[in-house]
């Protein structure tokens, strides 16, 4: 009813002025022809659209959410200037907040003259201007206005009737979130959610979303299995959380994070780009802040009501002790416990914090993630993404394993890891009171 009164008071406001438009407009400027995403279009008069009902007209139909080119061919039979063509859709609900209008910049037609300066002949041109579709339009008739304007003249006034139909594939990206935020200090992870819009009439499977910042070399992808939609009502769908690690040599500066769906079995692409501030980390550049983490293994397999262990060394590589808060969140997926949430230590001391991640029966199969931070005071050092396969709980020897070997392969590698951590700080701190004892005093 809104859209119809819109129409409806478009054409009072035309008709008030139609003693002007039908005088001509002006016996030197007509509109030749109009063509809407290349097909010519019947163009109708502000007293032919009201004398009829729209639906009775012939319409060119269009797709919601695609771009709209129209090409209009103008004739001119004298010197014409500053003319200006604009195309404006009408009857949309939501015109208030979206652009769905474009115009040229003035040009001027000139035509031949004779010896006594009398015009001669005709000039063409034509424009062309692009109005992009939104994707809530209903499946509807519409009314695109084409205003021709010129120095001295009386604006042109034409319209074309479009039928709007409903995209059979329509995903959109219809909000990123960021957290810490839009800034991100070096050596940490940047957390990003992603809500997906399903604007067409078929339900989309295995949707692929991706994020990724190419001027560091690193990504994240997740698989959404379905994008539901309904009658075409537009739904939504939320994507798993997508960490990205931003390296710790990261230059501070503005970059680049590019979102990438893919849809319709991978053959459509929608994207969207987006500016992220990395800042310098100064706990990585101070040697009093120096930690190091090593995980034993980073990813396990765990069947559905069974819990997986994971053990992570904290190694203090700097020159001052430190007090660490540790905590851990998985999601709906399963619950997770740590054997110590504080760990206190000296200047190369190291200890080892298990994390037991339980599954929750009913839990999907397929990979889960759970993220465990490291604080010290209020300060957040290190993000660890600890990956999580989850398998049927059918009593195999996988889930045997995971569960009696897993903490034992663990235990063994985070021993050499720390072996090497201790050589490497040994090394380090050896070389410089070997370099302190060789200068000379005087």
């Not at 290349?38 to 959410?65: C, H, I, K, R």
């Not at 200090?185 to 190419?214: F, H, I």
């Not at 000296?346 to 200890?351: A, I, K, T, W």
């Amino acid at each position: 009813m809104k859209k119809l009164l819109s129409i409806m008071a478009l054409f009072v406001i035309s008709l008030l002025t139609l003693s002007m438009v039908s005088a001509g407009v002006s016996d030197n400027l007509e509109i030749v022809d109009i063509e809407v995403n290349g097909q010519n279009a019947n163009v109708y008069t502000a007293l032919e659209v009201d004398a009829s009902n729209v639906d009775n007209l012939d319409s060119v139909a269009v797709d919601e959410g695609e771009v709209l080119e129209v090409d209009v061919e103008l004739k001119a039979s004298g010197d014409l200037e500053n003319i200006q063509v604009e195309v404006e859709l009408y009857g949309y609900e939501y015109d208030d907040y979206e652009n769905l209008e474009d115009e040229t910049q003035t040009f001027d037609m000139d035509v031949s003259e004779d010896i006594l300066g009398n015009s001669i002949g005709t000039t063409s041109r034509t424009k062309s201007l692009e109005i992009a579709l939104p994707t809530k339009l209903e499946k509807d008739r519409y009314l695109l206005k084409v205003s021709v304007d010129a120095q001295d003249i009386i604006p042109l006034v034409q319209y074309v009737v479009l039928q709007i139909e409903p995209s059979r594939h329509g995903i959109d990206i219809k909000d990123v979130a960021f957290s810490p935020g839009n800034t991100v200090k070096a050596g940490r992870s940047l957390l990003t959610t992603v809500l997906l819009e399903n604007y067409g009439d078929k339900t989309e499977k295995d949707v692929k979303v991706t994020v990724s910042m190419p001027e560091l070399g690193v990504s994240a992808t997740e698989y959404v299995d379905v994008v539901s939609t309904d009658n075409h009502n537009i739904e939504y769908e939320d994507v798993p959380e997508m960490f990205l690690p931003i390296p710790a040599t990261a230059a501070e500066g503005e970059y680049s994070v590019v979102v990438t769906v893919k849809y319709d079995d991978l053959r459509e692409t929608v994207s969207e780009t987006y500016t992220i501030l990395v800042m310098d980390n100064a706990l990585l550049n101070d040697n009093c802040e120096k930690l190091v983490l090593a995980l034993g293994p980073e990813t396990q397999t765990i069947a559905t009501g069974k819990t997986g262990t994971y053990a992570i060394a904290l190694t203090n590589a700097g020159t001052c002790s430190k007090a660490y808060n540790l905590e851990i969140v998985t999601g709906y997926w399963g619950t997770a416990t740590l054997s110590e949430s504080l760990v206190v230590l000296e200047p190369g001391q190291n200890q080892v914090v298990y994390a037991d991640v339980t599954v929750n029966a009913g839990t999907d199969a397929g990979q889960h993630v759970a993220s465990l931070v490291v604080k010290s005071g209020n300060d957040l050092l290190e993000t660890v993404v600890l990956k999580t396969n989850v398998v049927d709980n059918g009593g195999s020897a996988v889930d045997n394993f995971s569960l009696r070997n897993g903490l034992e392969i663990a235990l063994i590698v985070l021993v050499v890891l720390l072996v090497i951590i201790g050589l490497i700080i040994g090394f380090s701190r050896l070389r410089k009171d070997d370099d302190s004892e060789e200068q000379t005093y005087y």
